[in-house]
Structure formats: structure tokens, C-alpha cells
């Protein structure tokens, strides 16, 4: 197996590679990606050959990272054979971890979601949770190692749930709209458990309303996407750094 990466990543960076058996290509191959220390996600991961055994994915680095050596390793099982290769780059992306902080959440609210499998595309009604906190402390500052946001959205036996939330940016507009976008874990039983999705949630606030959405996609055939609109709760938080509660 090869593995192809820029010897510096600012952000994101497309990573190639090739596995081969024999000299042969291996179409369908499944290929997952880690680095070391654990800071770059990859998207797809796993990413899956094709016919010529090629594989693409895309390795995202956080908002804040200061250039950082990083050891990038990438695993395949072909006739139950492992095979692994791991290249060194050094990743960035600038800007301000924290440029505010969130207190977000919503329990229960009726939608319709929009998904896409590898059978196609379904419209599904049912029922969502959302929660996310992130940079968010009670003092007046913002603390970067609060980071976790999570979506469940339920319906007659059909789960979708992305977990482990991780934000890759997040940006806020005078206390009243917010987007998070981060890594997350598919659990339930329509997408691959523990695949990783990039998620997008938006919330803005009108009075006493509450317009959110949800995007989400394993940059490959998987996606979820929803709109709706649900009252404001109490917990509710949006400021920058210096406001409190």
C-alpha cells in the first residue's frame, strides 16, 4: 500500500494512495486513517478503492493548530492481511479556537429528514435531540477544552446518531445565530457504526424561536440534512468570550 501526503498541511489537504496485491490493484478495499498525536481528521474514513485500487480522502485540522509534526498512518486488511504505511507531515490551519462560546440544545422536536444511503435517497418524519457546548464557561472567558456536541434523531426503530462531537470551527452573531462544524461518530442502524461524518449545525434566533439545522455527510454516499423550527430553551447561550450567562 502507497500513501501520498503534502509535507506540510494548512487546514485541509487531500492524501492519495494505492493498494495493491501481488502487483495487482484491490478494488473495494476498506483503508482507515489515524494520526499521531491524535489532532487531524480524515473524511472519508474509512475511504474504499476503486477499480485501479486508488483511494482519496481528506485530512481537516482544527481552527487555532500551531504547526505541529504529525505521523499519518494508513491500515488495510486484504485476504486477511493487514497492511499498513505511515507518512510525516507537519499541520497548521490559523485562526482563533475559540472566537466565542455556546450553550445550545433542543429535546424532542418533530422534523423531517432528508438522508441518502448506498440504496438512494429517503424522507423520513420523526423525532430530534440536539445538544452542544463549546469554549463555554460560566466566567467571563472562553475555555477551548469544553468541545462536544451530539444530534439523535429517532423514529419507529430507525436511529441516527451522531456522537463524540468534535468542533472543527465555530462562529457566532450578536448572541443571536451560531454555526458549529466538527467531526462526529455515526452510531444507530442506518448509517456504519463509528463511521466519521463532518456535521454542520446552524441555529438562529428569532424571539422566542429557535430555527436550526443539520447537515452531515461521510463524504461518500451517506448523507443527513434537516430543518426545522422549535422554541427556545432556557439553557439557551450565545456570546463572546467576555459575556456571561
Not at 26 to 43: G, Y
Not at 91 to 117: L, N, W, Y
Not at 130 to 136: D, H, P, Q
Not at 208 to 221: E, I, K, L, R, Y
Request: charge should be negative; include cysteine.
Amino acid at each position: 500500500m502507497t500513501l501520498t501526503i503534502p509535507t506540510a498541511i494548512e487546514c485541509q489537504a487531500e492524501l492519495t494512495g494505492t493498494v495493491t496485491c501481488d502487483g495487482d490493484p484491490v478494488e473495494n478495499a476498506m483503508v482507515n486513517f489515524s494520526s499521531n498525536p491524535d489532532i487531524v481528521t480524515f473524511l472519508p474514513n474509512p475511504a474504499t478503492t476503486d477499480a485501479s485500487g486508488n483511494f482519496t480522502t481528506t485530512a481537516m485540522v482544527p481552527a487555532g493548530t500551531d504547526p505541529t509534526a504529525v505521523t499519518i498512518t494508513a491500515v488495510t486488511i486484504v485476504n486477511a492481511v493487514e497492511a499498513t504505511t505511515s507518512e510525516d507531515s507537519t499541520v497548521s490551519c490559523p485562526g482563533e479556537e475559540c472566537p466565542c462560546k455556546v450553550r445550545i440544545g433542543t429535546q424532542d422536536s418533530d422534523t423531517t429528514a432528508m438522508i441518502t444511503t448506498s440504496d438512494g435517497p429517503s424522507t423520513i418524519e420523526g423525532q430530534i435531540n440536539i445538544s452542544a457546548v463549546e469554549c463555554f464557561t460560566a466566567a467571563t472567558m472562553c475555555n477551548p477544552a469544553v468541545d462536544n456536541f451530539q444530534v439523535a434523531f429517532s423514529r419507529q426503530g430507525t436511529t441516527i446518531n451522531f456522537v463524540m462531537g468534535r468542533r472543527t470551527s465555530l462562529s457566532c452573531t450578536n448572541g443571536t445565530q451560531t454555526t458549529i462544524e466538527g467531526t462526529a461518530k455515526a452510531a444507530g442502524n442506518v448509517y456504519p457504526p463509528n463511521t466519521t461524518f463532518m456535521v454542520k449545525i446552524d441555529l438562529m434566533i428569532s424571539g422566542p424561536t429557535a430555527t436550526w439545522t443539520v447537515m452531515a455527510t461521510d463524504g461518500g454516499s451517506n448523507t443527513f440534512s434537516t430543518t426545522f423550527m422549535d422554541d427556545v430553551t432556557p439553557e439557551t447561550f450565545i456570546g463572546d468570550c467576555s459575556s456571561t450567562p
